[in-house]
């Protein structure tokens, strides 16, 4: 069968690893696009086993999907790996010598070079193939075995020669190796084999044999017969857990040896979920995965505080004990402690535990260092490092070689080289449901699952905090669940809540800020602040007030205080608290520190909206605070940042919003307000109309309460203009006279002018064209005086579209040619596209559908490239009218359909009311006489909706 293409190749290869269990998708994700997925990974991933199944198609082997990822089932006779390791199976159960032997040799016979040696290399796969290689190995040493209990000592010994070419330090393999030439007669081959292995040892790693090796030297020096030290039979099967061969104990005079060390806390009874990480934990940590003369396998379990380290450290310690027969270790280093545990002293503890009295124990650390690696480099245990503080203080307590250590810490400890760092998270939803279930019962959860549910949101799905909130539960057999969930709403008070007995959530979370510096701990308040939306790293230069505010970041994120949540679409990090780190966070709040702080983050807020604001296509009647904002980003940062301002805007929408509620809930009123308008002509773009009404309520309760009128002017004024987008004229006129009438009372002739186009655009909707137009010309002569051009340009168009609803074409071509040539003065292209659109219904009153059609298309090429797809469906609405008048009923009507599927998600209720006109009386002419009666009456049910909204 041949595959073509690499990728497709690395997918099978991961998927036949693990034959007959499923995959992760995340690993086979991880296997095909090493650290850097594209965002369409998980399509992408689809297409490939959709053509792996059609290769596969003609084998016995099949691609199943499951909701985790996929799993390639096939017979174990169909793939080598299957088959050896049937064969190695069957081996180990024979209880006879002669039985054993053709399983192995015609294990062994499968392989050939290195598995997977033609592909390029995945971290994915490491874990698994060094368990297939140590399997070979052992197949190959039962094998040995065999023959030499067979008496077939020459076929031994050249089996044994190959396995030492493969694993030179193995000193057992040599000294086999060494008797068997002896026991052929061979005993020049066999010295010179010690000197061989001698002088590797001396010159590779600078020790001399070691005294089995020696004493087989000695034998063969000495012509000594060979002792019946070689192992009789293959190993008889044993459980998984358990090793096949188990180092004998060096008889000795004297005191009694002291006891093995088990000494791993108490498993888990209720522990729930986290497969994938138990399944990565333990393959790590087995025993089979390690090679004797290699180095210390080191697990990194890392998490913030409540994620549940230990418990699962302490789980999969259990499920791995079985393989370390010689011991488990288990030292806390109290790295959250106020003072973490000295190196010396934990020595001291982990020697005294393997038989070191107090009067042998060394002075210096290095001593006991060193003593502690030589008792364990014969004796492989698990050593348990439990919350360690820092690198330095796991490195004095790692093993030379052949042991696993697991350690947990709530730092991100990357130093330790080849490190296998395994980071925990909240648990999924399921999972935080399962653990509470298991505390309080799966019937009681059941009965109020709503309630149960409301109690996991509260608790963000950590871990200790879902157990302490079982644990009350359980205490409290005659509570409802409502009754704790109730007592969790209050965010305030939600770490109260959250103890029971010494489980305590608060308590946890301060050893982990205790040993924060100023700078960290003033940042990590702040961020608290910011509401639960992710933030870009530069809001730390902003707390603090200086540059270069990335490293405090990073030692937050390295402390697993706070989360790096990605990049957004400009590359930016963004970061953010857990909910309840968020809680904590916001206590620890409230003083002038942090108000300036907080008000330093919303100017840069600010700074970065209005110069991102400024690239937009439109920024009309932007209104905004007179007083420059507390603190600004850099020029180059502003630059860099919004020099594509569509982008950054949608990346930072949601963290906009919730800064305008933050600055409005903390009586910052200005920041407020100032925010809120700078974001208008991006909202009015993009039709955000939902979250321009509520940044701006928001901001006018503030500025009222604050008494700066000019904010509640511009408030006000901004939500009359979205009742206009939203045809609610009655509301959007009580609004702009009550801003206009401030704006006067302040002065502020703009602002007064700005209001007064809101009431002439009512006036015009209303059908009152006359009052509209002395609106228009009296904001026009406004604008003039104050040498505002943009809004000029706007009043000149605005002039024009009324003379056209009252048919005087001369002057309406008067108006919006004055309006034309301002506006590509001034490079306002999007005033251009708007003049452009009244332009085209002028030609077409006048009867000119060529150029009617050329001025629509250009309106609407231009709304097209801005993205703005309001003032877009109106001019795809008068571009489909003019197609149809023309004949070209098919592409007319489907530009009509566009448009008013637009005007329905924007909630225009006047550009979808004609557009149902028109396509009723397009229906109509087609003798589609049922469909159009339904369009013609929704017609005018909407415009009956209108007169009502606008009190007519």
Not at 231 to 243: G, R, T
Not at 618 to 641: D, N, Q
Request: glycine share 8%; net charge negative; with cysteine.
């Amino acid at each position: 069968m041949r595959i073509a293409g690499t990728k497709p190749r690395l997918l099978l290869a991961t998927l036949l690893l693990d034959a007959n269990q499923v995959v992760a998708s995340d690993a086979l994700i991880e296997v095909l696009w090493t650290g850097t997925p594209p965002s369409s990974a998980t399509a992408n991933l689809r297409t490939y086993v959709s053509s792996l199944r059609g290769v596969l198609g003609a084998t016995e082997a099949r691609i199943a999907a499951h909701p985790s990822g996929y799993a390639v089932e096939v017979e174990a006779e169909r793939l080598d790996l299957l088959l050896f390791e049937d064969l190695v199976t069957r081996a180990r159960a024979s209880a006879r010598t002669e039985e054993a032997a053709p399983h192995l040799r015609r294990a062994l016979a499968l392989w050939r070079g290195t598995p997977l040696g033609d592909l390029p290399a995945s971290p994915v796969w490491d874990a698994r193939l060094r368990s297939i290689t140590q399997a070979r190995l052992a197949a190959a040493e039962e094998l040995i075995a065999v023959k030499l209990a067979a008496g077939e000592h020459a076929s031994a010994a050249e089996d044994l020669r190959e396995l030492v070419g493969e694993h030179p330090y193995r000193e057992d393999l040599w000294q086999r190796l060494i008797l068997a030439l002896h026991h052929t007669g061979r005993r020049a081959e066999a010295l010179h084999a010690y000197t061989a292995v001698r002088r590797q040892l001396i010159e590779d790693l600078g020790v001399e044999p070691g005294q089995d090796l020696r004493e087989a030297h000695a034998r063969v020096l000495a012509g000594e017969p060979v002792p019946a030290l070689l192992p009789a039979s293959v190993p008889a099967p044993v459980p998984a857990a358990v090793p096949a061969t188990v180092p004998a104990t060096v008889p000795a005079a004297g005191p009694a040896a002291p006891p093995p060390p088990y000494q791993l806390p108490a498993d888990i009874p209720d522990f729930t979920g986290r497969a994938a990480a138990v399944a990565a934990l333990t393959r790590s940590l087995s025993a089979e995965e390690l090679a004797p003369e290699g180095p210390p396998s080191i697990a990194m379990v890392v998490g913030p505080p409540g994620v549940g380290k230990t418990a699962l450290a302490v789980h999969c310690a259990h499920a791995v004990r079985g393989g370390y027969p010689a011991g488990q270790l288990h030292l806390c280093l109290g790295g959250t402690d106020a003072t973490p545990a000295d190196p010396a002293e934990l020595l001291a503890e982990a020697l005294r535990a393997l038989g070191v009295g107090a009067a042998a124990l060394p002075p210096s650390v290095h001593e006991r260092s060193a003593l502690y690696r030589s008792l364990l480099a014969e004796r492989p245990m698990l050593v348990f490092l439990d919350d360690a503080a820092d690198a330095a203080q796991v490195r004095a307590l790692l093993p030379g070689n052949g042991c696993a250590v697991l350690v947990t810490s709530r730092r991100r400890i990357t130093e330790l080289p080849g490190t296998r760092l395994l980071e925990l998270d909240v648990l999924p939803p399921e999972e935080a449901e399962e653990l509470l279930g298991r505390i309080v019962g799966p019937a009681r959860l059941a009965a109020e699952r709503q309630a149960a549910l409301a109690i996991l949101d509260s608790c963000g799905h950590l871990p200790l905090a879902v157990r302490v909130a079982g644990a009350r539960l359980a205490g409290r057999p005659g509570w409802p669940l409502s009754v704790l969930q109730q007592r969790l709403a209050d965010e305030s008070s939600r770490l109260d809540e959250l103890r029971a007995g010494d489980l305590e959530v608060r308590g946890s979370f301060e050893r982990s800020t205790r040993r924060l510096t100023s700078e960290a701990a003033a940042t990590f308040r702040a961020l608290g602040l910011l509401g639960p939306a992710s933030v870009p790293g530069w809001v730390a230069d902003a707390v603090l007030g200086r540059r270069r505010g990335e490293a405090v970041v990073d030692f937050l994120v390295d402390a697993n205080l706070v989360r790096l949540d990605g990049t957004d679409a400009l590359g930016q990090p963004r970061y953010r608290l857990y909910d309840l780190m968020r809680c904590q966070a916001r206590q620890q709040t409230g003083g002038e520190a942090e108000r300036q702080a907080l008000a330093r983050v919303l100017g840069g807020w600010t700074s970065a909206t209005g110069h991102a604001t400024a690239r937009l296509p439109t920024t009309l009647f932007s209104l905004t605070p007179e007083e420059p904002a507390p603190w600004s980003l850099p020029e180059e940062t502003l630059a860099r940042l919004t020099s594509d301002p569509l982008p950054w805007f949608e990346a930072e929408r949601q963290s906009l919003v919730e800064a305008v509620q933050l600055a409005a809930g903390t009586g910052l009123a200005t920041s407020a307000w100032g925010l809120a308008a700078a974001l208008v002509p991006y909202f009015d773009l993009h039709c955000r109309f939902d979250d321009w009404q509520l940044t701006h309520r928001l901001a006018l309760d503030s500025a009222r309460a604050a008494g700066d009128r000019r904010g509640e002017a511009a408030m006000l004024r901004g939500l009359g203009q979205v009742c206009l987008y939203q045809d609610r004229y009655a509301e959007a006129c009580d609004m702009l006279k009550r801003a206009r009438t401030i704006f006067h009372e302040l002065g502020d002739v703009r602002g007064e002018a700005i209001s007064i186009c809101g009431l002439g655009a009512a006036s015009q909707f209303s059908g009152e064209h006359l009052r509209a137009l002395g609106s228009f010309r009296h904001a026009l002569a406004m604008f003039l005086a104050v040498g505002d051009r943009g809004g000029e340009a706007y009043a000149r168009q605005a002039i024009g579209r009324i003379y056209l609803s009252l048919q005087d074409l001369r002057q309406a071509s008067r108006w919006l040619s004055e309006a034309l040539r301002l506006a590509r003065e001034l490079g306002d292209t999007h005033r251009e596209g708007c003049v452009s659109m009244h332009l085209g219904r002028l030609h077409d009153l006048k009867a000119d559908a060529d150029e009617a059609m050329r001025c629509q298309g250009r309106a609407l090429d231009i709304f097209e490239t801005l993205g703005d797809r309001h003032c877009g469906a109106y001019a795809m609405q008068s571009l489909g009218g003019l197609q149809v008048a023309r004949g070209e009923r098919s592409d007319g009507s489907d530009r009509l359909r566009a448009s008013l599927a637009v005007f329905q998600q924007l909630g225009d209720r006047s550009g979808e009311a004609a557009t149902f006109q028109t396509l009723g009386e397009l229906y109509r002419s087609a003798g589609r006489t049922a469909l159009a009666s339904t369009y013609l009456h929704r017609a005018v049910e909407l415009r009956q909706e209108l007169r009502e909204g606008a009190g007519l």
